[in-house]
């Protein structure tokens, strides 16, 4: 009896160190490039990061810099968006991984310094994700630090 209990407590113990399990990586995810915003009103002391999901906001904040620029479907996509900037520097997003774990879309960014703000064009990074239902709101992270949480109010 002591040797079934002490192999139940020993499997109990080694049970606790096993590795979780890995959350689904959200795939598709398409770099989208050749646009700007289409007023410059942004924060200087944070992350300006932006969650689209219809085409009416998409049009209405950002503009192409050229016609031949990709167009996000947003029957099956949403646009990530991020700018980073401050009074003197302006900085380069990277969006390495996007994750979804319980109805959140973790995403996350690498931030680096790109140039001075007069002798710079300001990056403007954006990605298409595919559309989740089950996607209710958006944590961006910056070096695994959660920087901002977006929810989704519109049902798609």
């Not at 200087?44 to 969650?51: I, M």
């Not at 949403?78 to 900085?91: D, I, P, S």
């Not at 990277?94 to 959140?104: E, L, P």
């Not at 990056?123 to 209710?136: A, E, G």
């Amino acid at each position: 009896m002591k040797k079934i209990i002490v192999i139940l407590l020993t499997g109990l113990i080694l049970s606790g160190f096993s590795t979780p399990l890995k959350a689904p990586v959200l795939g598709d995810v398409t770099e989208l490039s050749g646009y700007r915003l289409r007023n410059n009103n942004i924060s200087l002391n944070d992350f300006n990061l932006w969650v689209v999901t219809n085409e009416e906001v998409f049009l209405r904040d950002f503009e192409p810099l050229h016609d031949s620029v990709m167009h996000p479907a947003f029957e099956e996509q949403m646009v990530l968006a991020a700018k980073v900037e401050t009074a003197n520097y302006v900085y380069r997003v990277k969006f390495k991984r996007t994750v979804i774990n319980n109805g959140i879309l973790h995403v996350y960014l690498n931030v680096r310094k790109h140039g001075s703000t007069d002798d710079t064009v300001i990056p403007l990074t954006m990605v298409t994700v595919p559309k989740d239902k089950s996607i209710r709101k958006v944590q961006f992270y910056h070096d695994n630090v959660l920087v901002k949480t977006i929810p989704i109010v519109s049902v798609y």
